[in-house]
């Protein structure tokens, strides 16, 4: 099978799922800036162990956000929020890096007597020659409160030659004018230190997405689970009990290559050596780095993380 065929087979079961697990309403707004998402809220399965907000769900849930908007047409004009299926039809986009900062208020939204409904609003946040990044705030629909904001930044990639490809003139004339702040995000590599904690993981068959390579959210997963196993093993400073009792904050992600199922990945993590809330994380598969994150957590109040514990 050719792989464009391949990769269009995917995008269409990637968006079934999504089409699937919420109804959506969309919305643009009338110089075609942002794109509004309405979402219900959180469901049990966005609850990890602990009983909190679990932060890749989150992660998850702001990228399928991103594909309903980019590839569900207006009812009454058949173009998509940015034309962006148009704009991806003759490319493939890559993501190089992201960041996300999650507010308290977000991990809170389970002590409510009902879960509020959720708004996500998506805006162009950078256009370059061959590289844009998209922000997405997520917002509690009752009151307005922004619970996270999430940029993506993306590479657009030639179908065939998998080589980076400019972004085409015609979209760039029409689209650069509703950039909100037009700045790149770069993630600077981590240097790694020589204490590390040491960890590894086998990728299973269900962290494979449709393109046949380990899906992002995982990493995140990952990176979690190596911490909580270094908290059993009193490595940090800071944390004890289960590292999901800790609310992230901050995380800082970039994209270096590929895994795929069976792969056996060696993660490094480590704490700040000025902030004990500040840890970082290395993921190699065959000796060679492909994700590296810094993931900062809100500092507890005292008793708060056991207390929210279920």
């Known amino acids: 099978m050719p792989a464009h065929a391949a990769l269009s087979m995917a995008y269409s079961r990637e968006q079934k799922q999504v089409d699937r697990l919420v109804q959506l309403k969309i919305s643009v707004n009338e110089d075609g800036s942002k794109a509004t998402v309405s979402l219900p809220g959180y469901s049990l399965d966005d609850i990890d162990r602990t009983g909190n907000v679990s932060v890749s769900r989150i992660q998850r849930l702001l990228s399928a956000v991103r594909i309903a908007a980019y590839h569900t047409p207006n009812l009454i004009t058949g173009v998509s929020f940015l034309e962006y299926d148009t704009l ?3 490319c493939l986009t ?11 208020d977000l991990y809170t939204l389970v002590n409510l007597p009902e879960l509020p409904a959720l708004q996500a609003e998506i805006q162009l946040g950078y256009v370059g020659t061959s590289s844009l990044n998209s922000i997405a705030l997520l917002r509690n629909k009752a009151n307005g409160h922004v619970l996270a904001q999430n940029v993506n930044q993306v590479v657009t990639v030639d179908k065939v030659k998998r080589k980076p490809t400019p972004i085409p003139d015609w979209w760039k004339t029409k689209y650069v004018p509703v950039v909100s702040g037009n700045q790149r995000l770069i993630v600077a590599p981590l240097q790694i230190p020589d204490k590390v904690y040491d960890y590894q993981i086998h990728v299973a068959w269900s962290d494979i997405d449709g393109y046949g390579h380990t899906n992002y959210v995982c990493y995140i997963r990952y990176c979690l689970d190596s911490a909580m196993d270094a908290v059993k093993k009193n490595y940090f400073s800071k944390f004890e009990d289960d590292i999901l009792l800790y609310h992230v904050k901050d995380m800082q992600i970039s ?6 199922a069976g792969d056996v990945l060696s993660l490094k993590a480590w704490e700040d050596e000025s902030n004990p809330y500040h840890l970082y994380f290395d993921i190699a598969s065959k000796g060679k780095t492909i994700f590296q994150c810094g993931m900062l957590f809100h500092e507890p109040h005292a008793g708060l993380a056991r207390a929210t514990k279920l």
């Not at 890559?94 to 308290?104: I, P």
């Not at 994209?255 to 795929?260: I, L």
């Open 88 to 90: 991806t039809s003759d």
């Open 94 to 104: 890559f993501m190089a890096s992201t960041k996300t900062e999650v507010s308290r």
């Open 255 to 260: 994209y270096r290559g590929e895994s795929a």
